[in-house]
C-alpha cells in the first residue's frame, strides 16, 4: 500500500498531467486506481487519530485525578505543619532537637499589598491581554485595527 505522500505525488502527477493536456481518459483512469488508496488512507489515518485522541482525553483524567491528589498531600503537609508549630510553641524556648531533626521558628519578611493604586509604579509590572473574542467580532464588522488583521484558517474535520 502507498504511503500518504506518495498518494499526494500520484494526485500532483495527475494534476500536471491534466495540466499539460494529458488524454482524458488516461487520468481518469489513474484517478479511479488512486482513489481507493486515498479513501482506504485517510480511513486509517482517521482511525488512529480517534484512538490517540481518547489517549489524550484519558491522559487528561489522569492528570487531573493528579493533581486533585497532590493538593490534598499539599493540604495533608500544611496541615500537620501548623499541628507541629502549635506543639512546639508549648516547648520551653521553641526549640527542640532529636536524633534525626531540629525543630525551631525562623522569621521572614513578606510584602502584603493593601491597596495596589498606591504602590509607585517602579514596583508595578504591567501585563498586557487582548480579548480576541471581542475584537475579532469588532473586525468581522469591518473595522480595521492597526497591528492585528484577521487570518482565515483551514482545518480538518473528521466526523
Given at each position: 500500500?502507498?504511503t500518504?505522500?506518495e ?17 482524458p ?9 488512486i ?25 487528561d ?23 507541629m ?16 531533626f ?19 509604579e517602579d514596583?508595578?509590572?504591567k ?10 467580532k ?20 473528521i466526523?
Amino acid at each position: 500500500m502507498a504511503t500518504i505522500y506518495e498518494i499526494a505525488d500520484k494526485y500532483k502527477f495527475i494534476q500536471q498531467m491534466i495540466e499539460e493536456g494529458a488524454d482524458p481518459e488516461v487520468f481518469a483512469e489513474a484517478l479511479k486506481a488512486i482513489d481507493g488508496e486515498a479513501a482506504e488512507k485517510l480511513e486509517a489515518y482517521a482511525m488512529v487519530i480517534k484512538n490517540v485522541d481518547s489517549d489524550i482525553n484519558g491522559l487528561d483524567a489522569e492528570i487531573k485525578r493528579l493533581q486533585e491528589r497532590k493538593k490534598s498531600m499539599q493540604n495533608n503537609v500544611a496541615n500537620m505543619k501548623e499541628v507541629m508549630g502549635m506543639l512546639l510553641k508549648t516547648v520551653e524556648g521553641n526549640r527542640l532537637k532529636t536524633d534525626k531533626f531540629t525543630f525551631s521558628f525562623r522569621k521572614s519578611t513578606k510584602v502584603v499589598i493593601d491597596n495596589i493604586d498606591m504602590i509607585p509604579e517602579d514596583f508595578v509590572r504591567k501585563l498586557y491581554d487582548v480579548n480576541k473574542t471581542d475584537l475579532k467580532k469588532y473586525m468581522e464588522r469591518g473595522a480595521i485595527v492597526n497591528g492585528a488583521r484577521l487570518l482565515e484558517n483551514q482545518s480538518l474535520s473528521i466526523r
